[in-house]
């Protein structure tokens, strides 16, 4: 049986789902379907269909990005909503997706209910979001937003040496309409969490504030490579010992400051990386988010700290660079105001809560009025072949999504 919460088609919404899903559906039930692959190109190409479908006006940007508009009575700046197709490798079928295609239906549910708005409804799926295949992630709002080159962006390679641009070109998506900033009346991205506290506190929606800010530090730290056997430890300058006390020291950081700061030591690379040498050379990425600036700025004071003593203590040579710095990023009153009333109205049990996860949002959010709803993880668990969104706590999310457009975009 089909419900209408907020004229939203459950059924239409969970088949469309499904049917996305099913490209570059993996046998576990999860999905991938990198940015720019023959996969990526069917998975556009069904969004495309469905929007021309659905009445929408669709154009390609220099980027790839896709736009689909719904006209509006006056000749005002879009209301858009937006999310990425792309995927992580083995990840699943609700990141990015359920943004894309609750903003479709909620086209189709404007269309059913013939309501017509003052400013256009605009659905944007950005390119090549996830940052698995080229980097670095959000590279093609990044574009839109100034941010990142149109250049760099295209000479962006994959792991093969492949050029975004020229997969841009073989996928046929290299649009000609100008990637740069278009004007907006807001942007609203419905997303996943990706963390435990809807799924925690039983809610169906988050009301998201802001995306919390972001350092990026790459660490390597240079001992002495020498033979495991004859070499007395007491004459031993190993990179690795001191990468162990900067993992530790950085976790340390977060349970000692507390509060929301987070640190993830991810990536760590040993050389020469084999049973019988001592590490001669350790290279290292330290990331670190918190919502506030200044703690964020009190971490990184913190690390500088934690990896002199850890190679002084080993007598090793180090270079810490603090290479990416993302600051807080609020969203704007009036766009989460609208989602607060339309997820009350929608009758959803929501809380407000901050996106620990970058998103094309961030960057809509510097050019012009943007929000983001969360809907529920279960488990916590993304970008994995277990990620799952129960219909109950979608529905609910289509509904705010939709009632949040029609309020920002004015119902003639
Ligand atoms: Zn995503």
Redesign the pocket.
């Known amino acids: 049986m089909s419900s209408h919460l907020a004229n939203i088609d459950r059924k239409r919404l969970e088949q469309s789902i499904d049917e996305l899903g099913r490209i570059g559906e993996t046998p576990r039930g999860g999905l991938t379907r990198l940015a720019l692959t023959d996969e990526d190109k069917r998975g556009r190409d069904l969004m495309v269909r469905w929007m021309r479908e659905a009445g929408l006006r669709v154009t390609v940007d220099q980027m790839g990005n896709i736009f689909g508009e719904r006209a509006g009575s006056q000749a005002l700046p879009p209301v858009m909503m937006g999310?990425?197709v792309d995927s992580v490798p083995t990840g699943g079928k609700y990141?990015?997706q359920l943004g894309v295609l609750c903003g479709l239906e909620t086209i189709r549910a404007l269309n059913a209910q013939k309501i017509r708005t003052r400013h256009p409804v605009t659905l944007a799926i950005f390119t090549s979001?996830?940052g698995a295949r080229f980097q670095p992630a959000m590279i093609a709002s990044g574009v839109m937003a100034g941010k990142i080159a149109l250049e760099d962006a295209y000479n962006a390679r994959d792991k093969d040496g492949i050029r975004l641009v020229d997969e841009l070109e073989r996928i046929g998506y290299l649009g000609s309409e100008p990637c740069v900033p278009r004007p907006f009346r807001a942007y609203l991205e419905l997303?996943i969490e990706q963390g435990p506290l809807l799924e925690e506190a039983g809610l169906s929606v988050g009301v998201v504030d802001g995306i919390v800010a972001i350092s990026w530090a790459r660490l390597t730290i240079h001992g002495v490579q020498d033979h495991a056997g004859p070499t007395p430890m007491r004459i031993r300058h190993d990179a690795l010992v001191a990468a162990a006390e900067v993992v530790t020291g950085a976790r340390t950081i977060a349970t000692e400051l507390g509060g929301d700061l987070v640190t993830t030591v991810g990536n760590l690379v040993v050389h020469p990386n084999i049973v019988n040498a001592i590490p001669g050379k350790v290279t290292m990425s330290i990331d670190m988010r918190d919502p506030r600036d200044e703690t964020l700025e009190v971490a990184r004071r913190c690390l500088d700290a934690v990896v002199e003593v850890a190679c002084e203590r080993e007598g090793v040579r180090y270079e810490l660079e603090h290479y990416w710095r993302v600051p807080y990023t609020p969203f704007a009153h009036d766009v989460v105001a609208a989602i607060e009333r339309a997820a009350n109205a929608a009758g959803a049990r929501w809380r407000h809560i901050l996106s620990g996860a970058g998103?094309d949002a961030q960057y809509m959010a510097a050019i012009g009025p943007a929000g983001m709803i969360f809907v529920p993880s279960r488990g916590g668990r993304s970008h994995c072949e277990e990620e799952f969104t129960p219909m109950d706590d979608i529905e609910h999310g289509a509904a705010t999504l939709f009632l949040a457009v029609l309020d920002l975009a004015g119902r003639v």
């Open positions: 999310s990425h990141d990015g979001e996830e997303h998103h």
